[in-house]
């Protein structure tokens, strides 16, 4: 079972990859030809929540994700066990079409495209958990979130 700190920081570097990727993504569907006229099917996305509100929403979605993952399925921190949950995500939300606003997205992406890029978010937050392990255990201060 994986420790409650490492939990929590999951939880929120979660929360946060999904509110700074979905903004990274807006930016770069509104200001470049990324993604053709339709930005993958997301400028309607975009267009129908709002810039604020498809925010918190990512935010909200990659938080609830990591909740299941790691709370309710209980399941362990390894990134390809992660990747693989992306991936089925991506097909429920396809098959079922939970979010009317994504048609255009799925539209656009064929399966391994959309899978791919339901795998990426899921692996990030894992990732810079261990990119800011390094940084801390390189300058000296690593497991300073613990009490000794």
């Known amino acids: 079972m994986t420790d409650p700190i490492t939990i929590s920081r999951l939880l929120t570097i979660s929360c ?5 990727g979905d903004a990274t993504l807006q930016l770069l569907v509104r200001f470049t030809s990324m993604g053709g006229k339709t930005g993958w099917g997301l400028k309607e996305y975009f267009r129908q ?6 925010l ?4 909200g979605m990659m938080t ?44 656009q992406l064929n399966y391994f495209w959309s899978g791919f890029w339901g795998a990426v978010p ?5 990732g810079i958990m261990w990119g800011i392990d390094r940084f801390l255990y ?11």
């Open 49 to 54: 929540h709002g810039p604020a509100e498809s």
């Open 138 to 148: 390189t300058f000296g201060h690593f497991n300073s979130h613990k009490k000794y």
């Open 56 to 59: 918190f929403v990512a935010g």
């Open 16 to 20: 946060l990859t999904g509110f700074i």
């Open 64 to 107: 609830l994700f990591y909740v299941i993952y790691l709370s309710m399925l209980g399941l362990p921190v390894i990134w390809y066990y992660l990747a693989i949950y992306g991936i089925i995500l991506d097909f429920i939300f396809r098959k079922t079409m939970l979010f009317p606003s994504l048609k255009g997205y799925y539209q």
């Open 122 to 126: 899921m692996i990030m937050p894992l």
